[in-house]
Every structure is written in structure tokens, then in C-alpha cells.
């Protein structure tokens, strides 16, 4: 049997740093509207482009939720409920993240599932409403398409990304016609999954299995 490849899909096939922050922020706005009532335009871009920097720690999308709002509590002290906003950095925010984290989701009394459920609602409704500009916001990286097209191997695609949205983007962008051949398996890390365990499920005894993830924290690179 011939060799089998499980890949990462954001940060290794697809940039789609743009494409997630800008969802996030649309979440957001959903989620804690009056939050927005003093954020102009220009903070609003601040908010985005800060969320190239810091989006390395996300593990699993809803994540971009809370990065949003932290970093306007950060700018903004006036709409401040959590107790670790005031002198935070974004350098704060890279190194601290996994203790920030639940710190804040207790303070802003928020549910992880109810955020997941959220950020996949507003990505649904942007990609019914305007699919052209959702893509668009997404890009494969040089010479991806042309490798999945013509590989010879079997490919695996593991990600934390609802298994919908890789299809979408692999049939649009890499001009996939049956993206579910590529066995989307869609994994939350965060809750224990592991690579290894996916690689199991895939069900080729025999085939030599070569994992290819993220391996840097390039700021460009992100889910």
C-alpha cells in the first residue's frame, strides 16, 4: 500500500488568518452588541489587524471571539469586565494565553459551545449571503491546489475547522469537485484529541503514515 499523508489545513494548506478574524469580529458584534457602540471604524481595523498577531494561540475558531473582545477591553477601559485587560500586551497575550483563557470566560460568563455554535453561524450566514467575498478572504497557499490535484498518495485533512468550511474552500479554491475524498477529519485538540488517534481512524492498515502540522508561529500562518 502506498503512502499516506494526514495534513493540518490552516497555517499548512490554507491561509485563512483574514477570513477569521473578520468572522470573528462579525461574531462579536452579535454577541455583545454594546460593546460596539463606541468602536468606530479605525478601532475597528486595529481589532483586525492585531488579530494577525495573536491568532497563534487559537486552538479551536470560537477562540477569535474572545481575542476580539479582549482586545477592545484592552483599548478601551470604560467597557472592562475582566481583570486581566488593564496593561495587558498583545506579547501578554502570546505567552499567557492558556491562563488567560478560562479567566476570562468565567469573568465574561460565557459557554464555550454556545461561542462555537455562534462563530459557525456567522460564517454560515456570510457564506450563503456573499460566498464570492468569504473565499476571497481565504487563500491556499503556492502550489497547494496543484499538489492535492495530482498526489498520488492518500491524503488526510485533520483540522479543528467545522469539516463544512475545508470543504468549501478546497472545492472553490483548490478546485476540488469531490473534496470528501480527502476524508476531512474535523478535531477539537483542545478537548484531548490527538494526531495520532486521528491517523488511527483512517482505517489503512499497512500505509506508512507521515503527519505534516504547523510548525511555527508565523503570524501569517493561522487557523
Not at 462579525?26 to 463606541?38: I, Q
Not at 467575498?133 to 479543528?160: C, E, H, M, Q
Request: glycine share 6%.
Amino acid at each position: 500500500m502506498g503512502d499516506l499523508y494526514a495534513l493540518d489545513f490552516d497555517g499548512v494548506l490554507c491561509d485563512s488568518c483574514g477570513e477569521s478574524s473578520l468572522s470573528a469580529v462579525k461574531a462579536a458584534k452579535v454577541r455583545w452588541p454594546d460593546l460596539f457602540d463606541t468602536v468606530d471604524s479605525t478601532l475597528e481595523d486595529w481589532v483586525a489587524d492585531q488579530m494577525h498577531f495573536v491568532r497563534p494561540v487559537v486552538e479551536t475558531g470560537y477562540e477569535n471571539l474572545l481575542l476580539v473582545r479582549l482586545l477592545l477591553e484592552m483599548r478601551i477601559p470604560s467597557i472592562r469586565k475582566s481583570s486581566v485587560a488593564e496593561g495587558l500586551t498583545v506579547d501578554g497575550i502570546l505567552e499567557n494565553w492558556s491562563k488567560l483563557k478560562p479567566v476570562i470566560m468565567e469573568e465574561w460568563v460565557e459557554n464555550r459551545d454556545a461561542l462555537v455554535e455562534l462563530f459557525g453561524k456567522v460564517r454560515d450566514e456570510w457564506m450563503d449571503n456573499d460566498l464570492a467575498t468569504w473565499i476571497g478572504a481565504n487563500r491556499f497557499y503556492p502550489g497547494v491546489p496543484d499538489a492535492l490535484k495530482f498526489a498520488s498518495s492518500s491524503i488526510y485533512i485533520v483540522t479543528t475547522k467545522q469539516s463544512r468550511f475545508a470543504a468549501a474552500l478546497l472545492q472553490e479554491l483548490a478546485g476540488d469537485e469531490n473534496p470528501t475524498r480527502k476524508n476531512i477529519w474535523s478535531r477539537n485538540w483542545s478537548q484531548g484529541g490527538s494526531a495520532e488517534a486521528t491517523s488511527k481512524e483512517t482505517g489503512a492498515p499497512g500505509a506508512e503514515t507521515t503527519l505534516r502540522g504547523r510548525s511555527t508561529c508565523n503570524p501569517k500562518e493561522c487557523d
